[in-house]
């Protein structure tokens, strides 16, 4: 073996493209490999959330992201309607970038930024980092691990060459057929099948004008027959569009589905299209058994696979990739013990589990609506009477996957063996609301500073350690426990009154995640025992 690295990456997607800039982003070298030339034609994702917008804050790419190509005026209202060009029974209004209100519990906003932009703003951040390298067109092959690191064949798809590597440690982010964790033997469970959707790209300029339609973002479809499609601007600008058929009778193909027919259905008008791809797949509700096996490691679609309602898929892997990076990162700089990274596996394994399943409870949601619907399309009393009363049914039930601060702020590591808990008990995981928390394991809460920073951007390379008040104690002793152990630490006092209610103790450390590790009102008769916990020695 010709070469050693770091840590090899498989697959060039947004979550592996997140772990290479996270690597990166601490100064860790590191190669990823991606079998295809990484262009995306038909995108899996477009919606980048609130906790991946903060990464983003964090990693200093979130005005590229606020800038992409998406209009800053578009809105992003969800609407409900019987056709795009029939009757609409409820809209949702979300605005667009440019008129968003604050977010009280974030410095950041969801946003619309599809794969299309999102994949190359996460690739030019990740090759600007020092010893970060991308290969397109080059495959895993085989891989064996020992007890000191994996040895990977590698084939460059151009060439035809083929090499052999070693690499301290190896991280699948190779999506759902991950070939890594069927060769580790590692097993999904949950509800292997909850469907096959159908997706339909297409190109319509003016399509809403004809419709007679108020722009929006995201259209649900309900007519005679039920809730059967949703229909999405992906691209306002250059008239890109997605229709999804919820299901189909997992019998078809993309050569026998009737798209014409499944087009005009969900636009209520014959129109003339261009069509760019479509694919029909199976939706899922599956985690994996493991997270890890010795030195490698599974992310993102490897290990969680969720049904698209609530758009938690790509962000949950987007969270892992944070996770292990800044863990990977303390291990290869020599102060990560040796329970580091373990604690992935126990922290963003519980986080799977709930977002799968809250993502299926949503999709499952979508059957409330599927009998009873046969006049909700006449112009009579009856069925306008039928289109108030469904109208305001799903923006109630349906409407859910689209209030999701909770689901995507607010998760936890309840329970982590680098945590230290404080006995206080845990709020309440509503998937809606989010309820700021400084307790062990919660995401450190957002304030905006004195200085016009949030908190969050406190939290970047380095653990900190936060100080309120004036009378907050002295923490030479914390500090010099974290140098003798190569720990990074920042120390920082904050004055601010709002900030000090809501972290609640005088001490709070925050790792480089942003999650709190310990807080307390009074520096620990031994901190070196805090440092140890939470560096997982």
């Known amino acids: 073996m010709s ?11 947004p979550v592996g493209l997140a772990l290479a800039a996270e690597l990166g982003f601490h100064g860790v070298a590191c190669e990823l490999v991606e079998q295809t030339d990484g262009a995306i034609v038909t995108p899996k994702m477009n919606e980048v959330n609130v906790r991946t917008m903060e990464f983003c804050r964090r ?28 009757h609409e029974l409820a809209r949702m209004r979300r605005p667009g970038r440019a008129n968003q209100a604050p977010e009280p519990a974030s410095p950041m906003r969801l946003q619309a930024c599809s794969q299309i932009w999102f994949d190359p703003i996460l690739r030019a951040f990740a090759q600007s980092c020092p010893g970060v390298r991308l290969r397109h067109r080059c495959r895993l092959e085989a891989f064996e691990v020992s007890s000191d690191g994996v040895a990977a064949d590698l084939v460059d798809l151009a060439s035809g060459a083929r090499e052999r590597v070693a690499a301290d440690y190896l991280v699948a982010c190779d999506g759902a057929n991950s070939m890594v964790r069927r060769a580790l033997g590692i097993g999904l469970g949950g509800d292997s099948v909850l469907g096959h959707p159908a997706h339909l790209f297409f190109r319509a300029p003016g399509l809403l004008e004809r419709c007679g339609r108020a722009p929006g973002t995201f259209f649900l479809a309900i007519d005679r027959d039920g809730l059967w499609a949703n229909i999405r601007v992906v691209d306002p600008v250059n008239a890109l569009w997605r229709l999804m058929a919820l299901d189909t009778d997992g019998h078809e193909t993309a050569e026998t589905l009737d798209r014409e027919g499944l087009l005009r259905r969900a636009i209520g008008l014959a129109v003339d299209v261009e069509w760019l791809g ?20 599974l992310a993102g679609d490897a290990v969680h696979q969720l049904s698209p309602t609530g758009a938690l898929g790509m962000n949950t892997g987007i969270a892992d990739a944070v996770d292990l990076g800044w863990k990977l990162a303390a291990v290869l700089h020599g102060f990560g013990g040796a329970r580091l990274l373990a604690s992935y596996e126990a922290e963003r394994r519980p986080v799977g589990l709930r977002n799968v399943a809250m993502a299926a409870e949503f999709y499952l949601q979508h059957e409330a609506f599927e009998h009873g619907f046969a006049a ?17 049914a799903l923006v109630r039930g349906v409407g859910r996957m689209f209030r999701t601060l909770g689901l995507q702020i607010g998760y936890r590591y309840d329970g982590s063996p680098i945590c230290v808990p404080d006995g206080t008990a845990a709020p309440a995981d509503d998937p809606e609301t989010c309820v700021p928390s400084a307790r062990p394991g919660a995401r450190a809460p957002h304030v905006f ?13 380095g653990f900190v350690l936060l100080r309120f008040g004036a009378g907050a104690p002295d923490v030479a002793a914390f500090a010099a426990a974290a140098q003798r152990r190569g720990l990074p630490l920042d120390v920082v006092t904050l004055h601010e ?3 000090a209610a809501l972290y ?32 997982g020695v």
């Open 3 to 13: 070469r050693r690295i770091p840590v090899l990456i498989v697959g060039g997607g």
């Open 497 to 499: 009154a709002q900030a």
């Open 504 to 535: 609640q103790r005088r001490l709070v450390l925050v790792r480089p995640d942003g999650h709190v590790a310990w807080r307390g009102d009074e520096v620990p008769a031994d901190p070196a025992r805090i440092i140890d916990r939470v560096r």
């Open 59 to 86: 990693w200093g790419i979130a005005d590229a992201v606020l800038n992409c190509p998406f209009p800053a005026d578009y809105p992003l209202d969800v609407v409900f309607v019987t056709s795009l060009a029939g």
């Open 376 to 392: 909700i399309e006449d112009d009579t009393d009856e069925g306008r009477a039928l289109r108030r009363r469904c109208g305001d």
């Open 278 to 297: 479509m694919s029909i797949w199976t939706r899922r509700a599956v985690v994996a058994e493991r997270y890890q096996a010795g030195r490698v490691f």
């Open 449 to 461: 500073l004195a200085d016009g920073r949030s908190t969050l951007d406190l939290f970047r390379r």
